[in-house]
């Protein structure tokens, strides 16, 4: 599967280097980085109407807490 394509130039950080880099629009972008870059508007239209990059498996996001439950009346 061939990489997502850029609209608009984009900054990254290499997530193992930390080396600051620079994505040029029409750039295919490995899903390593592709995960970084969270603005829809920074790619292009996929042929099917999509224009998010699929989720890495590892970014669900932040959990939600679990709501606090009340103690039941002391007796």
Do not use: C, F, S, Y
């Amino acid at each position: 599967m061939a990489g997502k394509r850029l609209a608009h130039a984009v900054h990254v950080e290499h997530p193992v280097t930390g080396e600051r880099t620079l994505l040029l629009p029409g750039a295919e972008v490995p899903a390593g980085l592709a995960a970084q870059i969270t603005n829809p508007d920074a790619w292009e239209p996929d042929p099917d109407g999509g224009t998010e990059p699929e989720p890495a498996p590892d970014d669900a996001g932040p959990a939600k807490p679990a709501r606090a439950r009340k103690a039941p009346p002391a007796e």
